[in-house]
């Protein structure tokens, strides 16, 4: 403002006043461009990047509990495995446990397919979700383009 007033003194000092309005006006002009561009930034940009952002932070917490859940089942199974081996003492016993191993492969494959099957469904939610965003991105830049 004091640079326009210092270019302009000869027209400021005859009448200042509609000089100082009319800065005041650009000024606030400009001050509503701008808001009008950030909010526009923010809904188009900011917000659909917070929303893809929480989808995936969402995501790899679930697929975390899966792998947890998952170690924590092996390392059950290896630990029981471990005493059982160490209560081996005679043929009998031994037999029991390479019985037991048989079942504990069939359980374990079992598992590891319940295990998939969960990161499976877990992916497709996730691209269900993806592509929800994407589509409610669209329709609200198709409005806003509608309506300038």
């Given at each position: 403002m004091l640079c326009y007033c210092?270019?302009?003194?000869?027209?400021?000092?005859?009448?200042?006043?509609?000089?100082?309005?009319?800065?005041?006006?650009?000024?606030h002009m400009s001050n509503e461009t701008i808001q009008q561009f950030s909010d526009?930034?923010?809904k188009f940009f900011v917000d659909p990047a917070r929303a893809y952002a929480g989808?995936?932070?969402d995501y790899f917490e679930k697929l975390v509990n899966?792998?947890?859940?998952?170690a924590k089942a092996n390392?059950?199974?290896?630990?029981?495995?471990?005493?059982?081996?160490?209560?081996?003492k005679d043929q009998k016993d031994f037999q029991s446990y390479v019985e037991g191993q048989r079942?504990?492969?069939?359980?374990?494959?079992?598992?590891?397919?319940?295990?998939?099957?969960k990161v499976?469904?877990?992916?497709?939610?996730?691209?269900?979700?993806?592509?929800k965003l994407a589509q409610?991105?669209?329709?609200?830049?198709?409005?806003?383009a509608q309506s300038k």
């Amino acid at each position: 403002m004091l640079c326009y007033c210092a270019l302009h003194q000869d027209e400021v000092a005859s009448d200042p006043e509609p000089q100082l309005q009319s800065i005041f006006k650009v000024t606030h002009m400009s001050n509503e461009t701008i808001q009008q561009f950030s909010d526009q930034a923010s809904k188009f940009f900011v917000d659909p990047a917070r929303a893809y952002a929480g989808l995936g932070l969402d995501y790899f917490e679930k697929l975390v509990n899966i792998q947890f859940e998952a170690a924590k089942a092996n390392t059950e199974t290896a630990l029981k495995q471990a005493r059982a081996a160490l209560d081996i003492k005679d043929q009998k016993d031994f037999q029991s446990y390479v019985e037991g191993q048989r079942k504990l492969a069939e359980e374990i494959g079992q598992r590891a397919k319940g295990e998939a099957e969960k990161v499976v469904a877990l992916n497709q939610e996730l691209a269900q979700n993806a592509q929800k965003l994407a589509q409610d991105s669209a329709r609200e830049f198709g409005k806003v383009a509608q309506s300038k």
